[in-house]
């Protein structure tokens, strides 16, 4: 049985930072690229970040390129995304996911196991 299950998130003041976690087991993870998406209330699910299967491409939405940071431990299954110069339009419930394959495809690429997320908040 795969399990996702995101880590990590917590209430920031702006200008801070905040370090997520990701980890999954039941699979494995070296096949499959992955990617972080987040939803804030009463807007779409936005995906905002990719990583393929031995972290040698990775995408950022233009909201977040240049603050956050994706990375991955193929050995540990683990997932993780630094976030830094947080603002409150980053509040959002996080989560990960695991795509059907093992790299990013942009918009093509589809996310078969997810995790349950996990809530960031960000204070002005």
């Known amino acids: 049985q795969v399990q996702v299950v995101e880590s990590g998130g917590g209430l920031v003041q702006a200008g801070g930072s905040l370090r997520l976690s990701c980890t999954a087991s039941g699979l494995t993870f070296d096949d499959y690229a992955m990617g972080w998406f987040r939803q804030a209330p009463g807007k779409e699910r936005e995906e905002f970040s990719c990583?393929?299967?031995?972290?040698?491409?990775?995408y950022y939405a233009d909201s977040v390129k240049g603050r956050f940071t994706i990375s991955r431990d193929n050995p540990k299954n683990t997932l993780y995304l630094q976030m830094n110069s947080l603002k409150p339009e980053d509040t959002a419930m996080y989560y990960c996911?695991?795509?059907?394959?093992?790299?990013?495809?942009?918009?093509?690429?589809?996310?078969?196991?997810w995790g349950q997320g996990t809530q960031v908040t960000v204070s002005s």
């Open positions: 990583i393929n299967w031995n972290g040698g491409s990775r």
């Open positions: 996911a695991a795509a059907r394959g093992r790299y990013c495809l942009g918009p093509s690429t589809g996310f078969g196991y």
